[in-house]
């Protein structure tokens, strides 16, 4: 059986989402059909919404 691969979204506060290959770990700006890196064919996105955790990160620091 193969395993299933596919893209990270990782959004992020001040600067644009990146696209994690779940299967080399090679970074993107946008999803593509095929990995550069590994030649994988990713089968969607799953989202990660880091942006949360630097907003928290971000009011923790300007108290």
Request: with cysteine; proline share 5%.
């Amino acid at each position: 059986m193969r395993k299933k691969i596919y893209w990270i979204r990782k959004t992020h506060l001040f600067s644009r989402d990146e696209y994690i290959c779940s299967s080399c770990g090679h970074r993107e700006y946008k999803p593509l059909e095929v990995c550069p890196k590994c030649g994988a064919e990713p089968e969607g996105v799953k989202y990660k919404a880091t942006w949360v955790d630097e907003a928290e990160f971000f009011d923790i620091m300007n108290e």
